[in-house]
Every structure is written in C-alpha cells, then in structure tokens.
C-alpha cells in the first residue's frame, strides 16, 4: 500500500479529504499488522473488515455491473452487493498481498497527488513492493453519507471494475442475470476465501519470524537486505482489443482460473486473459505446456 495534492478548484469538499480517509486507512492497517497480541487469522480477519469500511461495495458493484445495475430491484442490489464485497475484499487485499513489503513500520504508501471533481476523486500512490522500487495504485472514490469511500482501485494500470466489468458482461451476454449471481457466489465460497486468505497471509503475517525460536539481532537495515519473497505467477493465454474475442477465450478456459485485466494508458485498451496464480515457475510450466497442448499462444507473463 509525503502528499502532493492538486485538487480541483470546483471541488465543494475540503482539499484532502479523499487522501486522509486513505491515510487513515493504512494507518489502521498497520496497526493491525503490527499487534503482537493478534493471531495471523485475527489480523486477516481485522483487515477484511478495515477493507469493508473504506469500499463502497454498493457503488463499486453499481460500476461494476454496469447498465444492468438500473434495471435490479433494490433486494437484488443488496444481494449482489454483498457478494461483490466478498469477492472485492479478497481481490484488493490478494493484489496487495503479492506486492507489499512489510517492514518494521508496516506497509508504506507515498501519496502523490489526489485530484477531486464534485463528488468524485481520484488519488494516485505508490506502493513499496518486495521487489526493487514502488508500483503505482489509483484510488478511485465517491463521496457519499459517510464520507469519501472507494469504489475502484487500479494497481499498474490495471482496474478491478474493468477487470470484472468485462467478466460480467461475457456472462450476461451469454445467459441470464441469475447466471452472474451463482458465478459470483462460486467466487465468494469457501474454497475461494480459504484460497484468497493463503495468498494475503504474507500482509496477515506482517513482519514477525515464522520459526518459535528466539530471533538472532540483526543490523537495522537487515530488511532492506534480506531477499523479497517471491511474488505469484501468472500465466498470459491472451491480449485483445475486443472484449468480446477476450470473452470467447475466457469461455474456453473453464477448467482454469482465469482473471481478466483491461489496461489504461492507450487508446484502445487490452483486455488480458491471465490464469493463474501459481507458487512458482515450474508449476506455471507445467500449465502453460498443457495449454499449449490445446491450441493456446500461452507464456509466463507476470511475476
């Protein structure tokens, strides 16, 4: 997960607002990261819960959804927007996850401009990853009755709306409504949280020693030098500029997990098709050759 704020001159709200809500919110993450009283489950738990409080799960599944959202009856939104909040949770902390070191002091996120329109804001920062350098996150936000919440997150471009936009949208087009809700709960299982909460327990684990026995004392620099955990695999099975050829793929790919990304930063967006995650490169190996057993231009493409 130091402020330069650009804020727009016709925003009503206070300047800042937006990047305080977000610096309030690693605070509270860190805290929880930290405390030595709280089991690993505990602190998954807590930060679920911090996640639930600063997303606006109606609106981002509103977003999400698309123009199908107008036409659900007031249970169905509700229904959907729990589910979707489920599934947001996993995919924000997931993302994190694989990406954040944590040092002593916590995750460390660099606030580096915020820009707010009406009632609508956006906040870029940078995250410390366990690699070399930072990534940047977007947060996209509304403010509504309890203040500036974010409906949608972009980490290097790629957005979770567009990402399960696209996701949606093939599912519509080729059934019914009640067809996304049961995909959806699939999504929220039990087996998919318990897969989601494997992939968070590095940021659920923070910075403390796995092995009982006493630490040895270590210079303080010792976790800058100490080696970045490995991040997970993703297999690319395909890039397109219509969403409806990535859609055909994703169709095919039903034995897979798969997670769609739509990028930013040109005219036409490309919509990946990834599969994955895997622990390391010779479990992706094995995948990508039985996908190209099937027909499939597949490579490792993100580490």
Same mark, same amino acid.
Request: glycine share 8%.
């Given at each position: 997960?130091?402020? @330069? ?8 709200a +206070?300047?800042g607002?937006?990047?305080?809500? #977000?610096?309030?919110? *690693? ?6 990261l @930290?405390?030595p009283?709280?089991t690993?489950?505990? +602190? ?5 819960? #911090?996640?639930?409080?600063? *997303?606006?799960?109606r609106?981002?599944?509103? $977003? ?7 036409? /659900?009856?007031p249970?169905? &939104?509700?229904? *959907?927007s ?7 949770? %996993? ?5 994190? %996850?694989?990406?954040? &070191?944590? +040092?002593? !002091? ?12 009406? /009632? ?17 996150v977007?947060?996209h936000?509304? +403010?509504?009755?309890?203040? =500036?919440?974010?409906? !949608?997150?972009?980490v290097?471009? =790629?957005?979770?709306?567009r990402?399960?936009?696209?996701? *949606?949208?093939h599912?519509?087009?080729?059934g019914t ?23 968070? /327990?590095?940021?659920?684990d ?10 040895p004392? $270590?210079?303080p ?5 100490a080696?970045?955990a490995?991040?997970?695999? =993703?297999?690319?099975v395909g ?9 055909r $793929?994703?169709?095919? $790919?039903?034995a ?6 739509? %990028?930013?930063? &040109? ?8 599969? %994955? ?6 479990a992706a190996? @094995?995948v ?5 057993a099937r027909?499939?231009r ?6």
């Amino acid at each position: 997960m130091a402020a @330069l704020l650009v804020v727009a001159a016709a925003a009503p709200a +206070r300047a800042g607002e937006p990047t305080e809500t #977000l610096r309030k919110f *690693f605070d509270r993450a860190n805290h929880i990261l @930290l405390s030595p009283e709280t089991t690993a489950e505990g +602190r998954l738990t807590a930060l679920r819960t #911090l996640v639930g409080e600063v *997303f606006d799960a109606r609106q981002a599944a509103a $977003l999400a959804v698309g123009r199908q959202w107008d036409s /659900r009856t007031p249970v169905e &939104r509700e229904g *959907f927007s729990r589910l979707y909040a489920d599934v947001l949770e %996993g995919a924000y902390l997931g993302g994190v %996850g694989s990406r954040a &070191r944590v +040092r002593g !002091d916590g995750i460390r996120a660099g606030f580096e401009s915020e820009v707010v329109q009406g /009632r609508q804001a956006t906040v870029v920062t940078t995250l410390e990853t366990r690699g070399s350098g930072a990534v940047p996150v977007e947060y996209h936000m509304q +403010r509504g009755e309890r203040g =500036w919440a974010v409906v !949608d997150v972009a980490v290097e471009g =790629w957005s979770l709306a567009r990402s399960y936009r696209a996701q *949606f949208q093939h599912v519509l087009q080729s059934g019914t409504y009640a067809d996304l809700v049961a995909r959806l709960r699939d999504k929220a299982s039990a087996s998919t949280l318990a897969a989601i909460a494997a992939a968070t /327990r590095a940021v659920a684990d923070g910075p403390r020693a796995t092995s009982p026995a006493p630490a040895p004392v $270590l210079p303080p620099n010792a976790a800058e030098i100490a080696p970045p955990a490995p991040a997970p695999l =993703w297999i690319q099975v395909g890039a397109f500029r219509e969403t409806e050829t990535a859609s055909r $793929l994703v169709e095919s $790919l039903r034995a897979y997990r798969v997670m769609v990304t739509t %990028g930013s930063g &040109r005219a036409t967006p490309l919509t990946r098709v990834l599969v %994955g995650p895997f622990p390391d490169r010779a479990a992706a190996a @094995l995948v990508v050759k039985e996908l190209a057993a099937r027909g499939h231009r597949a490579f490792i493409a993100v580490e």
